[in-house]
């Protein structure tokens, strides 16, 4: 599974458009980009995931570039409790079904 | 309501003593699996299952047992606990390993060991 970076933490106004960076150089051909947040200590939410096309579904947005190698998800009207660490995954259909969860972005919404 | 269940939430027991952690999902899932979060260190899985009577090892299988015996149903057993498995558990579920489907978890168990 390819490595992601991610920022270590980022803060948006209520209100407004978050969007949360990850960088998947290695990705392969195969290889999904899915994002799941984790709200405190609660389990990890599956928000999102992509291919090689832009999603959207009514949590978020999920911009993947063309040469795949990053992508952004985007929270369109952050609320306060879209605070929470989001976790940019790179998994492949041959897998054993393990999430790779690293550090992840802390997103603090702001009154 | 599609969910998975975890029982119990909060556990403190001593050095040696057996514990089971239940976790049961309602999706009719084939792929199940277990992750421990420590600070720092993030999520790593435990042990996970394709589907019944097929498990296998994660990344940090030392200490735990499971069994899967029906589908809907995956315990983790820790036979003789020690301090350093005081953690937080996830169980987490999905249709099948190799699609690109969501994982569902649960609400997690926070255990420590004395």
């Known amino acids: 599974d390819a490595k992601t970076t991610q920022p270590t933490s980022m803060d948006c106004a209520e209100g407004r458009a978050a969007n949360l960076p990850c960088n998947h150089s290695?990705?392969?051909?195969?290889?999904?980009v899915y994002w799941y947040r984790q709200i405190h200590s609660q389990g990890p939410q599956y928000i999102i995931h992509?291919?090689?096309n832009n999603e959207t579904n009514e949590m978020a947005s999920l911009i993947i570039t063309e040469d795949r190698k990053s992508s952004t998800l985007i929270l369109p009207h952050a609320t306060l409790r879209d605070t929470a660490v989001y976790y940019c995954?790179?998994?492949?259909?041959?897998?054993?079904?393990?999430?790779?969860f690293g550090q992840g972005t802390t997103l603090q919404v702001k009154p | 309501e599609a969910q998975v269940t975890q029982n119990p939430r909060y556990l403190i027991t001593v050095t040696g003593k057996k514990l089971t952690v239940t976790c049961s999902q309602n999706?009719?899932?084939?792929?199940m699996s277990w992750y421990r979060q420590d600070p720092g260190l993030g999520l790593r899985q435990i042990y996970y299952?394709?589907?019944?009577?097929?498990?296998d090892k994660g990344d940090v299988p030392e200490g735990y047992k499971v069994s899967r015996k029906e589908k809907r149903n995956f315990p983790l057993i820790l036979e003789s606990p020690s301090p350093n498995q005081t953690s937080l558990y996830f169980c987490?579920?999905?249709?099948?390993?190799?699609?690109?489907?969501?994982?569902?978890f649960g609400p997690g168990t926070r255990l420590t060991v004395t």
């Open positions: 299952s394709m589907n019944v009577e097929v498990t």
């Open positions: 987490a579920s999905t249709l099948t390993a190799g699609g690109p489907w969501e994982q569902y």
């Open positions: 995954i790179v998994t492949g259909s041959s897998n054993t079904g393990k999430l790779i």
């Open positions: 999706m009719n899932h084939e792929y």
């Open positions: 290695t990705i392969s051909g195969n290889e999904y």
């Open positions: 992509g291919l090689k």
